[in-house]
């Protein structure tokens, strides 16, 4: 099947932690997959089942993440404070990159 250029992103604003994903993604129809998948919580969206036309997978392939771990508010506020006195920069957390390709 085609594939396409696409971006996942997942967040948790609570914990201040967020993964952004690159990669390629296209539509799939595999029937097979679909039963091996599906639930009862499925039906609420494709009520006629399995074989509802409009029912198919979509495949991602990542080929880079990057990642982003901020400090809870108390610490990021006093890194901010601290950088204005010492004209340091603040302390924002951690993030890193990965290459996913294979």
């Known amino acids: 099947s085609e594939s396409h250029s696409a971006l996942l992103t997942y967040a948790d604003p609570k914990a201040m932690n967020y993964v952004s994903l690159s990669g390629r993604a296209g539509l799939v129809d595999d029937r097979a997959k679909i039963a091996e998948l599906w639930s009862d919580y499925a039906k609420i969206w494709f009520p006629e089942g399995q074989d509802d036309p409009n029912l198919v997978l979509l495949r991602f392939d990542a080929e880079t993440a990057e990642f982003w771990e901020a400090p809870n508010a108390v610490v990021r506020g006093v890194s901010y404070l601290k ?19 294979h």
């Open 83 to 101: 950088s204005l006195v010492t004209g340091d920069t603040p302390n924002i957390g951690t993030v890193g990159k990965a290459e996913m390709r």
